[in-house]
């Protein structure tokens, strides 16, 4: 594998690379959900080290890469208003909306500043009261309790100048969008193991008993990724639908409770737009009525339509798992980091941009090898 050796656990990383190969009588198909451990599995070689025994499929596990074009369109204009700062995160200011991303908004004069965390635009509707400040809240449940907790303080702070756009999205329903498609290869399925260490396992088991295809709870360093693939190689051969924890240090049946509290207390279930996939039903999360006043939608009128022509990359197809990134005609040549086409190259854990990382790093090291 070409960075195991690197790896100070290279040893038993090998153990369960060949007990995988041992195991699998068959070529499987597995999903992983995260797009952390694509970076992971790609990075330490494991997709090509098991290339004739599994599959790997990359989910759409990115959080800013299934923020929908409209949500985007709709910060890049709020940041236009005056009197207005639009704050989020990194990797969110790069992603094209429909005619521009939030870093080009910037450069025309739209107020946009990057934040760590929620609390960053609280701290600043606080010290700047006669600006409103929106925070764009992106992610799967691991950002949820952060961004609960932001609005929280927003109420007893009693913020008026405070606002939430929220672009949350919930991993289990975006699998069963998924596994109900009639051409559905996928076999099995890496959850996510931070969101799992939020939420739990529980959540799993309808979708398990539905369409009959296991979940293993997985990590992402090398040997959890590979513990992971093993587990759920196993239930495979053993013809096994089940929910099973493989990464017991940090994910407990129960999941956290005090997060989830946070989560209802403050959110409410909901159907939600999601890039590449359309509505999916309760796919995400909306504030519940009574904190509307926070809600950056209610607040700020005059939505903009987006125009979806405009852009041709194929992302929908990259995220739901049916085309390969460096299958794309437009990666590396057309879609670079430097210059992207879609969220996919984006973000830090998009898979185009896993496979620009590594397998063109592979290519590369083989043309310069003797």
């Known amino acids: 594998m070409r960075f195991l050796n690197e790896f100070r656990d290279a040893s038993l990383a090998l153990r369960l690379l060949e007990q995988i190969r041992a195991t699998c009588s068959r070529r499987w198909t597995i999903m992983e959900v995260c797009g952390g451990q694509t970076h992971g599995l790609l990075r330490h070689g494991i997709d090509e080290a098991l290339r004739d025994k599994v599959e790997l499929v990359h989910g759409p596990g990115c959080p800013v890469c299934v923020t929908p074009v409209s949500a985007i369109d709709r910060a890049v204009a709020w940041s236009k208003q005056p009197d207005t700062l639009l704050m989020t995160f990194g990797d969110m200011m790069r992603v094209p909306g429909s005619r521009q991303s939030l870093m080009q908004a910037r450069s025309e004069g739209g107020k946009v500043r990057m934040a760590y965390s929620p609390l960053d635009a609280v701290t600043q509707a606080r010290m700047h009261p006669h600006q409103n400040v929106v925070f764009f809240a992106v992610g799967f449940e691991t950002t949820v309790p952060a961004t609960a907790l932001a609005v929280l303080q927003a109420q007893r702070l009693d913020l008026r100048n405070f606002f939430l756009l929220s672009s949350h999205v919930r991993v289990v329903p975006a699998m069963a969008k998924i596994a109900s498609d009639v ?170 941009a896993a496979y620009f990382a590594y397998h063109r790093r592979k290519e590369e090291s083989e043309v310069v090898a003797p």
């Open 183 to 352: 051409n559905c290869g996928i076999d099995g399925f890496l959850a996510a193991g931070h969101v799992c260490s939020v939420m739990g396992l529980e959540e799993y088991q309808p979708f398990v008993e539905r369409y009959g295809l296991p979940v293993v709870a997985t990590g992402f360093e090398p040997v959890d990724l590979l513990y992971g693939i093993l587990e759920c190689v196993r239930l495979l051969e053993a013809r096994q639908a089940k929910v099973v924890n493989a990464y017991a240090r940090s994910v407990r049946d129960e999941g956290n409770p005090t997060a989830k509290r946070c989560i209802e207390k403050v959110y409410e279930i909901a159907d939600q737009e999601w890039r590449g996939f359309g509505v999916i039903e309760q796919g995400g999360y909306a504030l519940r009525p009574e904190f509307h006043r926070w809600d950056a939608k209610h607040f700020f009128t005059g939505a903009p339509a987006t125009d979806s022509s405009v852009n041709v990359c194929p992302s929908s197809d990259v995220l739901s798992g049916k085309l390969r990134p460096d299958r794309c005609p437009f990666f590396g040549r057309d879609c670079t980091p430097e210059q992207p086409m879609g969220a996919p190259m984006v973000s830090s854990e998009g898979a185009c």
